[in-house]
């Protein structure tokens, strides 16, 4: 958690909720899903997103955790899309 994010990004009306999913949480989307972590789309711990996660939680966030993205979609009210934090 050494970098800085000047601003709250999350709180930008063009950035979606980001939200970090509990071990448990994280068990179910995967098998829901039908695949395994690896398989995640990704993204990186350097994200300005993640940072702000990390700072609003106090916390950083580890290597192979799982985030929630909730975004408003055109076809449907919500999507939830699921990224995997790797280092970068």
């Not at 970098?3 to 448990?24: A, C, I, T």
Request: proline fraction near 5%; avoid cysteine; glycine fraction near 2%.
């Amino acid at each position: 958690m050494e970098e800085s994010v000047p601003f709250n990004v999350l709180k930008h009306k063009m950035v979606p909720v980001h939200e970090l999913l509990s071990d448990e949480e994280t068990d179910k989307v995967l098998k829901r899903l039908k695949i395994t972590r690896d398989q995640l789309p990704k993204i990186k711990d350097s994200d300005a997103a993640i940072k702000t996660l990390e700072k609003a939680m106090n916390r950083s966030i580890p290597e192979k955790s799982v985030v929630r993205i909730i975004r408003e979609s055109q076809t449907s009210e919500v999507a939830e899309v699921y990224r995997l934090v790797i280092r970068g």
